[in-house]
């Protein structure tokens, strides 16, 4: 068969290896590919024009760079016509730069390895641009950093890179992408304050309601405003659950609880939904029929025939939809993914750092034994079920802190608490992976150690460029024995993962019995 497409940059990848065929295995058609290939191209050389210059991007070009850039990340946009408009916007803000880069000289690259490493920087700056972007939204900007995107992006087209220097670039990488989410979490808790830990509901109240999905709590306190006094109440959906825990938001009393699971789920959660659906970001599904005319988007999200909408942030429409829906007649009892009814989420480094005391001295006399980060990326793959036996099968005497939508595999679990400590802790979104080195660094000072001497384990998902992101951003602290799974990217080389392996120890998940018993002994 003659390929129509070529992108291996999320876990889906066909084959472990890469979607080749008229649609993706995440439903993005080879138009939308080729699209984004388009804007990729576009981008790349924007950037070069901008070093060449010798001058970092202007704030609109730095936004124009991260929205370019958050568009082509997996599961945010299906339009191909609203990624050649952005194309076309690049092109205007770069008059003269001349031929755009062609990715397809980077997917047929004939060194494996400088490829893979090349493969990793890009999709490392796609998850990195949208927490640049989130960021930017709440009037949070680092020039150095906007410069570094340029950097990258340049290096990605030149063809004279070598493997040292890109073995250099992808640790420049990590560096950047650990700031920008640094970035991201001084600009959440400076507008919404620092989160708190909190119950939230898995029940939606009878009467109108919207669902909320997606990373961006800036769309939840517009959509939250709006919908006061309205007799409208919402609900968060995937990565949007951990708006609960900042004061901020939480404070509307129509914001109720959380409707659903984990993204991959949502074509059979939402058939038949009686509310309209927003996305603000990934991750949204191929819609189906029984849903479809509900689904709104905003920001860098587009989807063919669905309602956007736009910069000034109106959700007029929403509430209408909400309204015109009616919601359900009686409340509706919803379950997590093990059958739980209720979660708790707010456990950031603000609040986990409150008890860390307690922490040290449960370690101290025996009564915590290890401290595992469960999270991440999730997916719709089997072997998925992983996570949610890892938490399961791990002795009482261990804590669990969770984060990312990667949280709905156990996050509804009854693990019980060691002494008043839930053995649960949702830390936040994907981003909020900072809170977790926060943590895990805060414990490494406290007991005279590094933070690889800690009994702490980290066993992570992936499905996304931001857990590419987020690898690379651990890698550069220098933390090992990170078990990755449920497959090992389709773009890492051999050569590529024989250095993660050898030098950051960084392993494949196998079975969770055989893992915890490597990890405990």
């Known amino acids: ?32 590919a080729a699209a984004q290939d388009r804007l990729t191209g576009a981008l790349i050389a924007f950037a070069g024009q901008l070093i060449a210059a010798g001058r970092g991007p202007a704030p609109e070009q730095a936004r124009l760079l991260m929205q370019g850039l958050f568009t082509t990340i997996t599961n945010v946009n299906f339009d191909p016509a609203a990624v050649d408009a952005l194309t076309r916007r690049v092109h205007d803000a770069s008059p003269g730069t001349g031929p755009d880069y062609d990715m397809q000289a980077l997917w047929r690259a004939p060194d494996a390895d400088r490829r893979s490493l090349k493969c990793f920087v890009l999709f490392s700056l796609r998850g ?19 410069r570094f995107f340029c950097t ?58 919207i669902v909320i999905s997606g990373h ?29 825990g900042y004061p901020e938001l939480k404070k509307h009393p129509q914001l109720k609880g959380n409707f659903g699971t984990g993204w991959q789920n949502q074509q059979s959660e939402f058939h038949n939904i009686p509310a309209p659906v927003l996305f603000t970001t990934n991750c949204i599904m191929p819609l189906r029929e029984s849903y479809a005319d509900r689904i709104f988007t905003t920001s860098v999200v587009s989807y063919p025939e669905v309602t956007h909408i ?48 307690k922490i040290i ?43 990312a939508c990667g949280k709905y595999r156990l996050n509804d679990m009854d693990l019980g608490d060691i002494d008043g400590i839930p053995r649960i802790l949702d830390m936040g979104q994907c981003n909020d ?16 150690c590094g933070v690889n001497d800690l009994p702490l384990t980290l066993v992570l998902s992936w499905y996304e460029q ?43 998940a196998t079975a969770p019995e055989d893992d915890l018993r490597m990890i405990l002994g």
């Not at 220098?478 to 030098?503: C, H, M, R, W």
């Open 152 to 209: 990258a992006l340049q290096a990605v087209g030149d063809p004279g890179q070598t493997t040292d220097a890109l073995w250099q670039l992808v640790q420049a990488t990590g560096e950047a992408s650990y700031r920008c989410m640094e970035l991201l979490d001084a600009a959440n808790t400076g507008a919404f304050g620092d989160p708190e830990p909190v119950q939230v509901p898995l029940t939606i109240e009878k009467g109108p309601f």
């Open 128 to 146: 990195m641009a949208a927490y640049n972007y989130h960021a930017r939204v709440l009037g949070r900007i680092d020039p150095e950093l906007d």
């Open 310 to 357: 736009g910069a000034d942030k109106d959700f007029t429409p929403v509430i209408r939809k909400a309204l015109e829906c009616g919601g359900y007649d009686e409340d509706k009892e919803m379950t997590g993914m093990n059958g739980g009814h209720k979660v708790i989420t707010g456990f950031a480094h603000n609040a986990v750092l409150k008890h860390a005391e």
């Open 466 to 508: 931001k857990a590419v992101c987020i690898l690379l951003s651990l890698l550069y602290l220098g933390l090992k024995n990170i078990i990755l799974g449920p497959t090992i990217p389709a773009f890492v080389s051999p050569a590529v993962l024989e250095v993660l392996q050898n030098e950051f120890k960084l392993r494949a």
């Open 216 to 244: 961006d709590l800036y769309d939840a306190q517009q959509l939250l405003e709006q919908t006061a006094g309205r007799g409208v109440n919402v609900y968060t959906h995937s990565e949007m659950l951990p708006a609960h």
């Open 433 to 448: 992976s900072y809170s977790a080195v926060r943590v895990a660094s805060a414990l490494a000072e406290a007991f005279g």
């Open 1 to 32: 068969m003659d390929e129509q497409m070529f992108c291996f940059q999320c876990e889906q990848a066909a084959g472990c290896t890469a979607c080749t065929g008229a649609a993706g295995v995440c439903g993005k058609s080879a138009e939308t």
């Open 361 to 403: 001295q449960l370690i101290k006399a025996g009564k915590i034994r290890h401290i595992f980060l469960i999270g991440g990326c999730d997916g719709a793959s089997p072997s998925r079920s992983y996570y949610s036996d890892f938490a399961r099968l791990t002795p009482p005497d261990t804590l669990i802190l969770t984060l």
